[in-house]
């Protein structure tokens, strides 16, 4: 079974630029008293959207923001898009190729 909070109001889009974007949607959601159980950030968060990778310049105080969701007994999910680009660290895409495992 999936955990009663999974099966509450969530709030997720492309585009949340920064962490105080979506700060600024969490807040507007509170004071409009409409409920939401969860945030998401999809891959705004990301170095050009690399993986395993947090932008701080612009989400750096994003565990702040993560402690400021459960004390308003809220829950974060950020989403992870498992690829691995071309351009990626040094190696990472040619050894996936050599080990054919990225077809």
């Given at each position: 079974?999936?955990p009663?909070?999974?099966?509450?109001?969530?709030l997720c889009r492309w585009?949340y630029?920064t962490?105080?974007?979506?700060?600024?949607?969490t807040?507007?959601?509170?004071?409009?008293?409409?409920?939401?159980?969860?945030?998401?950030n999809?891959?705004d968060?990301?170095?050009?959207?690399?993986?395993?990778?947090?932008n701080?310049?612009?989400?750096g105080?994003?565990?702040?923001?993560?402690?400021e969701?459960?004390?308003?007994?809220?829950?974060?999910?950020?989403?992870?898009?498992?690829?691995?680009?071309?351009?990626?660290?040094?190696?990472?895409?040619?050894?996936?190729?050599?080990?054919?495992?990225?077809?």
């Amino acid at each position: 079974m999936p955990p009663y909070w999974g099966l509450g109001f969530h709030l997720c889009r492309w585009g949340y630029e920064t962490v105080d974007g979506t700060r600024k949607v969490t807040d507007r959601m509170r004071n409009a008293k409409i409920p939401q159980d969860v945030q998401w950030n999809d891959i705004d968060y990301a170095v050009a959207y690399k993986d395993c990778t947090l932008n701080k310049k612009v989400f750096g105080d994003l565990l702040k923001f993560i402690d400021e969701l459960h004390n308003n007994g809220q829950h974060y999910i950020h989403i992870v898009d498992p690829g691995i680009a071309a351009d990626s660290a040094p190696g990472t895409f040619d050894l996936g190729k050599k080990m054919d495992i990225l077809n």
